[in-house]
């Protein structure tokens, strides 16, 4: 891998917030990408996730192809900075990605990802601080001293969590995998920020991230993300922990917007838009008829 950066010239900045900078730079005469952390907000252990992400990522399909997307060829990183391969393309509006590519890549996903041997996944585990990710979210919303939700949802979603959360099977993840991390080149897509790919996410966590956010936090596309996700449990067959699993899923997006619409500026999200009351009303209604679904709240 080649290691010569101290010349890198910078073409243009693409995009940046508190988190990271990403910019076409050129790099020993070639047009590459160059993700650069944000001192002080991000480092080596964001870096090197996505390093490795990438690098995971391209073992696992390399074999594979009929996924219907790339991932750009990681070309060098270091604590601060990681470039990867140029892509001459845009990020495209959701209302320009077909269904269909959203389905089929959910689908291929799973079908290759999938292991001969069930693993819990990762919210089966104790994280760094010994937390269970029940615990965490607890602790984390009822530190703002604001009833955000009214507890008795609160704890019967902590609840319902904490009682299925085995169910959750363990698969390689994105975990992004939105329009937004998306680039177009006019023939073919390419995913990119692969920061949260890791093999112990619960299964069903891209689709349900990225349908049940857009519910949320754009409601006029509800009928198009619930249609998705029932395309893609229909195409890979549903089983009876299906719903349960997802539940989980759906139970976690909704309390991590609200801790993200809560603490702007974060280390872990990019979120700058501030919680307002009818994205929390509809966070609040939907946790509800999740967690209604399971008797909890009968």
């Not at 937004?180 to 920061?195: M, P």
């Not at 609200?258 to 946790?287: F, W, Y």
């Amino acid at each position: 891998m080649k290691n010569d950066t101290a010349n890198l010239k910078t073409i243009r900045v693409i995009r940046q917030n508190h988190r990271f900078a990403v910019s076409e730079v050129g790099w020993l005469g070639e047009r590459v990408f160059c993700k650069q952390s944000q001192p002080g907000v991000t480092g080596k252990d964001e870096i090197l996730r996505e390093a490795n992400g990438l690098r995971t990522f391209d073992k696992l399909t390399r074999n594979f192809n009929d996924i219907p997307f790339s991932a750009p060829k990681l070309l060098y990183h270091d604590d601060v900075k990681i470039l990867t391969q140029f892509i001459d393309g845009w990020t495209p509006e959701l209302a320009d990605v077909p269904d269909d590519f959203f389905v089929q890549s959910f689908v291929q996903m799973d079908r290759y990802f999938r292991s001969q041997k069930r693993r819990r996944s990762r919210w089966s585990q104790q994280n760094k601080d010994g937390e269970y990710i029940w615990q965490k979210l607890e602790r984390i919303i009822s530190g703002f001293n604001l009833e955000v939700i009214p507890p008795e949802i609160f704890r019967a979603s902590l609840d319902f969590l904490r009682n299925n959360h085995s169910l959750c099977e363990a698969r390689p993840m994105h975990a992004d995998f939105t329009e937004n991390n998306l680039l177009y080149d006019g023939d073919k897509y390419w995913l990119v920020d692969f920061e949260s790919f890791r093999d112990d996410w619960p299964r069903w966590y891209d689709v349900v991230n990225f349908t049940y956010n857009r519910e949320m936090e754009r409601p006029e596309t509800a009928k198009r993300m619930c249609n998705i996700r029932r395309l893609v449990i229909e195409q890979l067959g549903e089983e009876p922990t299906t719903q349960r699993e997802i539940a989980c899923i759906k139970i976690v997006r909704g309390l991590s917007l609200i801790i993200e619409r809560m603490t702007l500026g974060g280390r872990n999200h990019a979120v700058i838009v501030p919680l307002d009351n009818a994205l929390r009303q509809r966070i609040i209604k939907s946790l509800a008829a999740t967690i209604n679904g399971g008797g909890l709240l009968s």
